[in-house]
């Protein structure tokens, strides 16, 4: 059980570090470290990150590192999305949603790869005005909407795509990024989290009363609240004291060895799936 304590302190340590990270790492841990099954795995990681992510949006925002107006922008649609893209999730199996995850993995290692220190260099509180027009907006609006999209489809925040996006552009500084981020993959793992649940005993209701159609995937979703309760407490212990260290780390230097854990994760996971 160590080491899925010591998952769960790196989680909380990658949303409070980079305002990212936390669901691509949480729904692996808890699939091959735990031993759940993966979609409760994808359901738990919400109700995880979710709770983490909000103590974060909550010391951000009282430190005014949250940009309200971009949070909505991409919140907002970001419920719809994950209405759709939790529906979708509902009729494909566990592995698939694995082997999507594995590769949103590797998205989120090439852009923190190409990110570089350019986006955090030259964005500035003087600088955050810039890029936020109509056509900003709606760029914004409809990012938010495929973010929750992926959110309801494979159990993720969208952290590591909302970081850059609100850096290069809604040219936000690099500290108000990432408390927008964790206030916008609060909302997301929280909606996501409800609507999987409630359509997950839904069907569950409706398979007991009527016959599976053929090519229906049914995966029962089951919660262990007490796994949830102690990677949430470990999570936020990690994310208060990465965000406490994290401007003594070089931001290039963090993101990409991180970006460099996520391809071994994705290639652990494809190569599992395919071979075992």
């Given amino acids: 059980m160590i080491w899925a304590w010591i998952g769960a302190a790196a989680v909380g340590l990658s949303l409070g570090l980079l305002g990212s990270g936390g669901a691509i790492l949480t729904v692996p841990i808890l699939v091959y470290v735990v031993g759940h099954d993966k979609k409760s795995a994808i359901a738990e990681s919400l109700a995880i990150v979710g709770a983490i992510a909000c103590l974060g949006a909550i010391r951000a925002a009282r430190a005014h590192a949250v940009d309200v107006r971009s949070a909505l922008l991409l919140a907002l649609p970001g419920i719809i999305g994950t209405a759709a893209g939790t529906?979708?999730?509902?009729?494909?199996?566990?592995?698939?949603?694995?082997?999507?995850?594995?590769?949103?993995?590797?998205?989120?290692?090439?852009?923190?790869?190409?990110?570089?220190?350019?986006?955090?260099?030259?964005?500035?509180?003087?600088?955050?005005?810039?890029?936020?027009?109509?056509?900003?907006?709606?760029?914004?609006?409809?990012?938010?909407?495929?973010?929750?999209?992926?959110?309801?489809?494979?159990?993720?925040?969208?952290?590591?795509?909302?970081?850059?996006?609100?850096?290069?552009?809604?040219?936000l500084p690099m500290h108000r990024a990432v408390g927008t981020s964790l206030a916008v993959i609060t909302i997301n793992s929280i909606s996501g989290f409800l609507q999987i649940t409630a359509m997950s005993s839904a069907g569950a209701d409706a398979a007991s009363t009527r016959p599976i159609a053929a090519g229906t995937v049914v995966e029962a979703i089951t919660l262990d609240w007490h796994t949830i309760g102690v990677f949430s407490v470990i999570g936020c212990i990690a994310s208060i004291a990465g965000n406490a260290i994290g401007g003594r780390i070089p931001a290039v230097a963090l993101r990409r060895v991180f970006a460099a854990c996520l391809l071994l994760m994705a290639a652990f996971i494809l190569l599992r799936s395919t071979l075992w």
Avoid: H, K, Y
Avoid at 124 to 139: P, Q
Avoid at 161 to 168: A, E, K, W
């Fill in 87 to 171: 529906r979708v999730s509902m009729g494909i199996s566990g592995a698939l949603q694995l082997a999507l995850l594995a590769l949103l993995m590797c998205v989120a290692a090439v852009l923190m790869f190409r990110g570089g220190a350019a986006p955090t260099q030259q964005a500035s509180d003087d600088g955050a005005t810039v890029g936020r027009g109509i056509g900003s907006a709606w760029i914004v609006l409809l990012q938010g909407l495929a973010l929750g999209f992926i959110t309801g489809l494979v159990g993720i925040g969208g952290g590591f795509l909302i970081v850059p996006m609100l850096v290069l552009v809604r040219r």
